[in-house]
C-alpha cells in the first residue's frame, strides 16, 4: 500500500514544482552572472523557460495516472456530498438496490425462459396437438379421451 500512497502522495507535485523552480533561478543566475541586471535576468529567463504553471501541468501528466488519480477524485468527492446529503443518500441507494434487484428479476426469468434448454430430453422434438371444433372452427386442446384414442 505504499507505492500507492506515494504514487498519489502530493510530496511528488511539490517536489517537481520545486525542481521547476530551481532550473528557473539557475537560469536567472547564469544571466545575472553575466552582466545583466537581475530584474531584467528574471525577466528574461522567464521569457526563455516558459509558463512555469503549464510546465508543471505537463510534468504531473506524465508522472501521473490521469485517468485514475481523477476517478478517485471523483469518487472521494461523491462520496463527501452523499456524507452532506443523508436525504439524497438515501433516495440513491433505494434506487439503486430497486434498479439492481428488478434488474435481477428481469434477468432471472430471461434466463430460465429464453436463454436456458428446457429440461427435457431431445426439447426440439415436443409438440403440441390441437382439434378442431366443428362449430365454429375454434382450436382448443385435446381432450384426453380423444388424446388416448
Known amino acids: 500500500m505504499n507505492w500507492f500512497k506515494h504514487v498519489f502522495s502530493r510530496r511528488l507535485y511539490d517536489d517537481l514544482s520545486e525542481e521547476i523552480h530551481e532550473h528557473l533561478e539557475e537560469k536567472i543566475e547564469e544571466l545575472a552572472a553575466s552582466g545583466m541586471p537581475r530584474?531584467?535576468?528574471a525577466a528574461t529567463a522567464r521569457r526563455e523557460f516558459g509558463n512555469v504553471t503549464l510546465i508543471e501541468e505537463d510534468g504531473r501528466n506524465?508522472?501521473?495516472w490521469p485517468s485514475i488519480e481523477s476517478s478517485?477524485?471523483?469518487v472521494r468527492y461523491g462520496l463527501s456530498m452523499?456524507?452532506?446529503n443523508p436525504a439524497v443518500t438515501a433516495v440513491a441507494i433505494l434506487t439503486l438496490t430497486l434498479g439492481i434487484g428488478a434488474n435481477t428479476a428481469m434477468f432471472t426469468v430471461v434466463?430460465?425462459?429464453l436463454l436456458k434448454p428446457l429440461?427435457?430430453?431431445d426439447p426440439?422434438?415436443?409438440l403440441m396437438l390441437w382439434?378442431?371444433?366443428l362449430s365454429d372452427n375454434a382450436l382448443q386442446t385435446v381432450a384426453p379421451a380423444n388424446f388416448f384414442d
Do not use: I
Request: hydrophobic share 40%; charged share 40%.
Open 39 to 41: 530584474k531584467e535576468a
Open 62 to 64: 506524465v508522472w501521473q
Open 72 to 74: 478517485l477524485l471523483d
Open 82 to 84: 452523499l456524507r452532506k
Open 111 to 113: 434466463n430460465g425462459v
Open 119 to 121: 429440461p427435457y430430453p
Open 124 to 126: 426440439d422434438r415436443l
Open 131 to 133: 382439434e378442431m371444433r
